[in-house]
């Protein structure tokens, strides 16, 4: 295993960061006279009620559009990757893997590690429409979000379903984007990686019109495209270093190019077959054949991708598809993002803003594994070097590599239609209301471009002689093969969000802190989620995607209506103490209603602390896809060993596959609750020294979710009955069934770090210095009702890691046109994913640990004139490599593909020039 290449003597960015840090934190010594600003009320994520900024009870930490710049982000999905409270998020890695079974594609975040479908994602503070192909997420695709046209980020990291409902229970994250805007910006992007591959470009333009003031009017849009390249495998030194033949033989496919043969899985009628196998003169390496999976090509096989793995299979050929996949997929994305404001007099303003983006993405696979049975040995002797001395018939276990490598396309298209009026009432006081109508609509397309084909026919003709599953086929097998390819647009979703909200707040009154703060309102939703498979899916013959019982996916509508009402307080009962309080009640048709109440504190003894806490209740409503979601078919997305196969004397190897997986919806669900709590203290040495700590803790319970392949696998006696189906002799494992349900408790709690140091110098520019840490403390859950925690902080548990401590650390030096930023992104490590089983000791792999995993990146900008600036910089600069992993949930093996980076170093450069 290769490690990070270490740097020169003169160059070391760990001491470069500790000097800046020691530096900048003199400022703590000292206190600076307190300045006073202007202020002015403005929205702030986590409140209905205006305020002053700044004047938070609640820990809403904010990326602004410079401090996104400076890690060369061009994606929401990137710039998730800064958020220390964002934990196991979805991203394109991990989505390769479709464990969650049609959701290819999906890009979603996950604070605090609880679940995508826990955190709230709105842009401009209001609602989009999650992803609409059905599967075990639910959230809005980040892919979505018009990156180009972000002004800053909130974070709200706390619970907030008593502001905003279902979905928060993590907390919130608003993308918001500029409102009021005169002049043109335009943007290009390019980066390229040291090695080759992912490659991106990206280009944005911004424009916008008319001053409100002046003209009454504003109109502005931005229009944000990006052409990402794909990174293959084999562009990879680290991984062309980590064969699973030598590392995790035990991942390995048996579907192999040439094909594995398969002798009778009844002893006897196999002995008979090893008789005459070996009477003829086969063996292996001189000796007699022993196996029951058995290659004539073996050892030599056919590599770099079919190669021998005495470890995993001793006679046979073995399938490393780490070497013949994809790690980063191809994508294109477009978005368009406007924004109009009409005042109409001082008090009353109308607006209107409309939001169009699509992503195709193109997903890239090993070829198509089959495995084809009762196939006569008169139909494959032609293919061998010597013919097979008996009669009857086989199994072969095929990569079908004359197909090519099965290809996905994947389209996610999203668009929203904001139209409303705000402003200030005077019947009321002068108090500020705001209704809009929210029309939010996400299709998307999975559709098949390469790789995959008539199954029937396919089988047939292998059974028959024409396509040769041992190399290439005669023009007779290639002309069959190209007539029975499929492409097919097999998957069609479509979700529907339409919202009518409306918020009326302003003062009920003067208290000795300041005004007495009150907003009501309401909200009307209507949800609709469509999905519509092919003719073909419908027929269960597209191999690669089809039920191995027969049954398919169906075509499906349905939708629910939401009504909330909602009652925020805001009481500064002193000039240091402040109270609030918000009650939420949520209505959903065919789940029922919940009440959510939320209290909050902050105390301000002096100039430089501030005490804030908060404790409320939270809920998530089971998604319509939860409640109906057509049954769908899959495969587990690791290899498993079935310990039920082991105990009837079966080999570990033959007891280990990705077994066949069938998920189903339940219309039974009850909605997640959550109580969570929060306390911190804000310490501001002077203006140019900040430092927060906050402690959160989160218990949710009716946790839905189903029981995993590997909960089920690890207790047979208790699951086998329901959830476990065998072949017709009981052997082996036909399907396993992963059904919805609330599944028990999750508890997590841990603390946010904050810090701020900032130092002007004489002729030396200004630094500044930051941190934004997360330490968990504790994390654990239930994977079953009834089951006991297990803990999952410091550990891979199942199907995702959650680091005891992750960070964001930034250095900037600024002097003039001149500025430079040096950023250090970690995650701890942990304690490693360990269910693979050794076939040589059928014992588990010994325990390991993983390496922590932390990343540089170095940007400079030179801002040439007023309106040109240039920004150039390197991520992953130090080209480290993910750090090696025996993780065996995702699809890509020997790391972890959720938090790492395989592009390896980086370099991109940026012009930005503005029309004003």
């Not at 984007?177 to 992912?198: F, H, I, L, M, P």
């Not at 280009?203 to 944000?224: C, E, M, P, T, Y």
């Not at 980590?242 to 040439?258: E, G, H, N, W």
């Not at 094909?259 to 007699?288: E, M, T, W, Y």
Request: some cysteine; charged content about 20%; aromatic content about 8%.
């Amino acid at each position: 295993m290769t490690q990070a290449r270490k740097p020169h003597r003169l160059f070391q960015p760990q001491r470069l960061a500790q000097a800046a840090m020691l530096l900048l934190g003199s400022q703590f010594l000292s206190s600076a006279q307190a300045q006073e600003a202007k202020l002015e009320r403005v929205e702030v994520t986590g409140t209905s009620i205006k305020r002053l900024e700044g004047e938070t009870a609640l820990p809403v930490q904010t990326l602004k559009r410079s401090d996104i710049d400076k890690t060369g982000a061009t994606t929401a999905a990137e710039i998730m990757k800064s958020i220390s409270g964002n934990a196991a998020g979805l991203t394109d890695g991990a989505s390769i893997t479709d464990s969650t079974g049609g959701q290819r594609g999906f890009n979603g975040a996950n604070l605090r590690g609880i679940g995508v479908s826990s955190t709230l994602v709105l842009l401009n503070g209001r609602r989009m429409a999650n992803f609409a192909s059905p599967g075990d997420n639910s959230g809005v695709d980040l892919n979505n979000i018009p990156a180009g046209a972000i002004e800053r980020v909130e974070i709200l990291k706390d619970g907030a379903s008593a502001i905003y409902g279902t979905d928060a229970i993590g907390g919130v994250i608003n993308f918001i984007t500029r409102k009021d805007y005169r002049g043109a910006d335009v943007n290009v992007y390019a980066s390229r990686t040291q090695e080759g591959g992912a490659e991106k470009t990206a280009a944005s333009l911004g424009g916008g019109f008319g001053d409100l003031a002046k003209d009454r009017f504003n109109v502005f849009g931005v229009i944000d495209a990006q052409k990402l390249g794909a990174l293959r495998s084999s562009e990879r030194d680290f991984l062309k270093e980590r064969p699973l033949a030598s590392t995790l033989p035990f991942y390995m496919s048996s579907r192999t190019f040439p094909g594995n043969i398969r002798l009778a899985s009844r002893a006897a009628a196999r002995k008979v077959q090893l008789d005459a196998l070996n009477a003829a003169g086969f063996s292996f390496n001189g000796k007699p054949l022993t196996q029951r999976t058995i290659n004539l090509s073996a050892p030599a096989c056919n590599p770099p991708a079919t190669v021998y793995a005495p470890d995993n299979l001793s006679e046979a050929c073995s399938f490393d598809y780490m070497q013949d996949t994809e790690l980063y997929p191809e994508s294109e994305k477009l978005a368009f993002l406007g924004r109009g404001v009409f005042q109409l007099n001082e008090q009353h303003q109308l607006f209107a803003e409309v939001l169009k983006s699509k992503t195709t993405t193109q997903y890239v696979a090993s070829p198509n594994p089959i495995e084809i049975t009762a196939v006569p040995t008169a139909a494959i002797n032609p293919f061998l070097s010597k013919p097979l001395p008996f009669g009857g018939t086989v199994d072969i276990r095929q990569r079908v590599t004359e197909a090519g490598n099965r290809t996905n396309q994947v389209t996610s298209d999203a668009e929203r239609l904001v139209v409303g009026a705000s402003g200030s009432l005077a019947l009321f006081g002068g108090w500020d209301y705001d209704i809009a109508l929210n029309r939010a609509v996400n299709r998307s397309t999975d559709a098949i471009e390469d790789g995959y084909f008539l199954y029937n026919e396919f089988v047939a003709g292998v059974r028959t002689g024409k396509i040769n599953p041992f190399g290439p086929s005669p023009q007779a097998g290639k002309d069959l093969l190209n007539s029975i390819r499929v492409q097919d647009e097999s998957r069609r979703s479509k979700g529907t969000t339409t919202t009518l909200d409306f918020k009326l707040s302003g003062s009920l009154g003067k208290l000795d802190g300041g005004d007495l703060g009150l907003a009501v309102g309401a909200e009307l939703r209507r949800e609709v989620t469509e999905f519509t498979p092919s003719a073909l899916l419908l027929t269960n013959n597209i191999q690669g995607d089809r039920s191995s019982r027969g049954d398919a996916p169906v075509a499906s509508s349905n939708s629910r209506k939401v009504g909330a009402v909602f009652a925020e307080l805001n009481a500064p009962v002193s000039k240091t103490l402040e109270l609030q309080a918000a009650l939420r009640y949520d209505k959903y048709s065919g789940v029922g209603d919940t009440l959510n109440p939320k209290l909050g504190v902050r105390w301000q003894p002096n100039k430089q602390l501030v005490l804030r806490g908060s404790a409320g209740t939270g809920f998530r409503a089971p998604t319509i896809t939860e409640l109906t979601r057509p049954t769908s078919f899959g495969s587990s997305s690791a290899f498993l060993t079935d310990p039920g196969c082991v105990a009837q004397g079966f080999a570990v190897a033959d007891c280990t596959d990705q077994w066949r997986v069938e998920r189903r919806s339940n219309p039974n669900l009850k909605p997640e609750k959550s109580k969570q709590a929060s306390f911190g203290v804000v310490f501001e040495a002077s203006k140019d020294a900040t430092a927060s700590l906050d402690y959160w803790q989160i218990r949710k319970t009716d946790v839905i979710s189903d029981l995993s392949e590997q909960v089920i696998l690890g207790n047979l006696p208790k699951y086998e009955k329901d959830f476990v189906k065998r072949d017709e002799f009981g052997e082996f494992i036909d399907t396993i069934l992963l059904k919805k349900d609330n599944q028990g408790e999750l508890r997590t709690s841990g603390l946010d770090l904050e810090l701020t140091l900032r130092q002007a110098t004489e002729g030396w520019g200004r630094f500044t210095a930051s941190l934004s840490g997360t330490y968990v403390l504790k994390y654990e859950r239930q994977p079953g009702a009834g089951e006991p925690f297990m803990n999952n902080a410091g550990q891979f548990l199942s199907d995702q890691v959650i680091q005891k401590w992750r960070h964001r650390l930034s250095v900037d030096w600024d002097m003039g046109p001149y500025g430079l930023t040096l950023g250090n992104t970690y995650y701890s490590g942990y304690r490693d994913h360990n269910t693979a089983f050794n076939p040589n000791t059928d014992e588990l792999l010994p325990a390991r640990s993983v390496q922590a995993y932390s990343l540089w990146d170095l940007s400079g900008s030179w801002r040439i004139n007023k309106q040109l600036k240039l920004r150039a910089g390197i991520q992953n600069l130090l080209d480290t490599q993910p750090p090696f992993s025996n993780q065996g949930y995702y699809f890509l093996a020997t790391y972890d593909p959720t938090y790492t980076d395989p592009r390896g170093r980086n370099f991109y450069l940026s012009l930005n020039y503005s029309f004003r």
